[in-house]
């Protein structure tokens, strides 16, 4: 079975930095995208960012462009989200996801198949 971990979350003061990981334990995942959405409370979970298999093309929600940077390692079926001058409004439990998506990259949740746990991100103001 699979299972997503994330780790790297934290409390950071704006301004700050973190680097998010997320590990697949087992399979093979070629043709897999991985995605990063994030859940604040009371709020629907939103895309974040996403990467393709080969790690070629990259997509992000307008308000993290030039902050965040999602990379993969398919080496360790590991991907990273690199988090840079964070603001409070970044506070959220941040989600990685995998799904076999094509073309566009879909921002909605049930597009992709596997989950993880989450990891909480708290930036102070």
């Known amino acids: 079975q699979v299972q997503l971990r994330e780790s790297g979350g934290g409390l950071v003061q704006a301004g700050g930095s973190l680097r998010l990981a997320c590990a697949a334990s087992?399979?093979?995942?070629?043709?897999?995208?991985m995605a990063w959405f994030r859940q604040a409370p009371g709020k629907e979970r939103e895309f974040v960012a996403a990467?393709?298999?080969?790690?070629?093309?990259?997509d992000y929600t307008d308000s993290v462009k030039g902050r965040l940077t999602i990379s993969k390692n398919n080496a360790n079926n590991t991907s990273y989200l690199q988090m840079n001058n964070l603001n409070p409004e970044d506070t959220a439990v941040y989600y990685c996801?995998?799904?076999?998506?094509?073309?566009?990259?879909?921002?909605?949740?049930?597009?992709?198949?596997?989950w993880g746990q989450g990891t909480q991100v708290t930036v102070s103001s």
């Open positions: 996801a995998i799904g076999k998506t094509y073309g566009t990259f879909p921002h909605t949740p049930s597009a992709y198949t596997y």
């Open positions: 087992t399979g093979s995942f070629e043709y897999y995208r």
């Open positions: 990467i393709s298999w080969d790690g070629t093309k990259t």
